[in-house]
């Protein structure tokens, strides 16, 4: 498969979906007509010429049984073709490594979504521009789309009530509303209203999935947004939290009480508890409000799944990566979830797994989406330890070097989140702007989330590990607004 059909996958695998199911494809490459008459070096040589400077690519190499046979002909010295291969490629500098399909499964990265129209066959042209096409190649109406096809699955499979399955099934078809996709690639100050009245109808059409008695909180695996690999869900009656495997993050914070995903950033790879860890010199780029300076060490990994414990709702996840410095030192991270009906606990646990003392700053990024109404705009309270005292503003690009706890509140949905950490940590925080059109005047830097950033100094020796702890609750204002009229009334 070329990049004719899709995004450009090189020779790397890709996802096709039909009706909320996915199969995952291989690029064809044709057999290559001289295969038979290269020797084993000469093969190599063409694999290693074709392959990037930097980065790895798969390759898979289809080739008729005859040829597989021959492959396998002892020479007169003992050897065939297949065993001098894989001695060349088992040489210390070779740039090809040879692996199998369990492992390959183990540390594949997401799959890039592909498109083949029907009755495609092998070297057609596509033709034309389908719609399918176009919501499969835009990564915001892709993400929007599986939600929708999950939405759907939910609301076709209710059984029992009709009424409550009629009126979810309104809510989905509002969902599904064709404007959300045409004006995505050409009008773009209309994107974040389009995709939050997406959401909102999304979510209350899977509000009305959750039958009493049948629903059952808890932890599941489902490839929600349809990328090959399955993604851990938390639902409860109020409360969605998703976690993907790519960064470990949660992608998705739906609260139903707002019918929002909190989750829902105008830029791509936002999510809340993305780990990294800097140096000392991009941690002062980062208090600048250069965001360049963020490193992938664990952000761009593939955490490996531990254990899922459904019974206390507990996820552990763990990753490893090199910090780069003047060396390259092995570090690895453990991650654990613990989530409840009002927010998530999660616990790190990060070992200097190199023989020479580590020095670095542990940082773990918190994003949400904010919207700012006609008369009130998002806010922040933190209690800043080093004056002894609460603060309160408007949310601006600033720098706390010790925090104990921070809140944030939405106005528009009337939600509060609350963070507190077991130490005490540094505190960044970043707004996100967007453009909004109201009449035929175009309103620029409206606040429409908000990056945070907790940091803190690690300093450890070989073979130590620190433990870091985040608590991260969401609380709804209008009933903490009630509870505290009807205490009012009952004093």
């Known amino acids: 498969m070329s990049g004719q059909h899709g995004l450009h996958t090189g020779f790397s695998p890709a996802v096709v979906e039909d009706k909320g199911k996915t199969i995952t494809v291989f690029p064809y490459i044709p057999d290559d007509p001289d295969f038979i008459t290269r020797t084993p070096q000469e093969f190599y040589e063409k694999l290693a010429a074709t392959a990037p400077s930097t980065g790895e690519i798969m390759y898979l190499l289809f080739l008729p049984v005859k040829t597989y046979i021959k492959c396998l ?38 799959h890039p979504p592909m498109y083949i129209a029907p009755n495609t066959i092998l070297c057609d042209a596509p033709t034309g521009h389908a719609t399918k096409r176009a919501v499969t190649m835009q990564r915001v109406a892709f993400k929007i789309y599986s939600k929708m096809m999950y939405v759907n699955m939910l609301a076709n499979g209710m059984k029992g009530d009709k009424a409550r399955k009629k009126y979810a099934l309104q809510e989905l078809w509002k969902a599904q509303n064709a404007e959300l996709f045409a004006l995505e690639p050409c009008i773009p100050e209309y994107h974040n209203e389009l995709r939050r009245i997406a959401y909102k109808n999304l979510l209350v059409a899977e509000k009305q999935t959750r039958l009493p008695g049948i629903f059952t909180e808890g932890l599941t695996r489902y490839d929600i947004d349809m990328d090959g690999l399955k993604e851990v869900l938390s639902q409860r009656s109020s409360l969605n939290m998703y976690v993907h495997h790519h960064g470990g993050k949660i992608f998705e914070c739906d609260v139903f009480s707002a019918y929002k995903n909190y989750s829902d950033m105008p830029f791509e790879h936002s999510g809340m508890f993305i780990d990294y860890l800097l140096p000392e010199a991009a941690l002062q780029h980062l208090k600048e409000g250069n965001l360049e300076a963020l490193t992938s060490v664990f952000s761009d990994n593939i955490y490996q799944e531990t254990e899922v414990n459904t019974i206390r709702s507990e996820l552990k996840l763990s990753t490893s990566g090199l910090f780069d410095t003047s060396i390259d030192q092995p570090v690895s991270l453990r991650k654990q979830y613990t989530f409840f009906s009002d927010g998530a606990q999660v616990q790190y646990i990060l070992k200097n797994d190199s023989p020479f003392n580590l020095s670095a700053y542990f940082v773990v990024e918190i994003d949400i989406a904010l919207e700012e109404t006609d008369s009130i705009t998002p806010s ?48 960044i925080v970043i707004p996100v702007y967007g453009i909004c059109k109201k009449g035929s005047e175009t309103v620029e830097q409206l606040i429409r989330g908000v990056r945070m950033f907790f940091y803190w100094r690690t300093d450890l020796n070989s073979n130590y590990e620190t433990e870091k702890l985040l608590f991260f609750k969401i609380k709804n204002r209008k009933n903490l607004r009630n509870a505290a009229s009807t205490a009012a009334h009952t004093e």
Not at 81 to 108: G, N, Y
Not at 399 to 422: M, R, Y
Request: glycine share 4%.
């Open 73 to 110: 002909e002892k020479n007169k010295d003992g050897t065939n073709w297949f065993s001098s291969f894989i001695d060349i490629c088992s040489q210390p500098d070779s740039v090809i490594r040879l692996t199998h399909t369990a492992e390959l499964m183990k540390h594949r990265q997401p």
């Open 380 to 427: 922040l309270s933190l209690y800043d330890c080093e004056e002894n005292q609460k603060k309160e503003r408007s949310i601006t690009t600033d720098v706390f070097n010790k925090v104990s706890w921070i809140q944030l509140e939405d106005p528009e949905g009337k939600i509060q989140f609350t963070i507190e950490a077991n130490e005490v940590p540094g505190f």
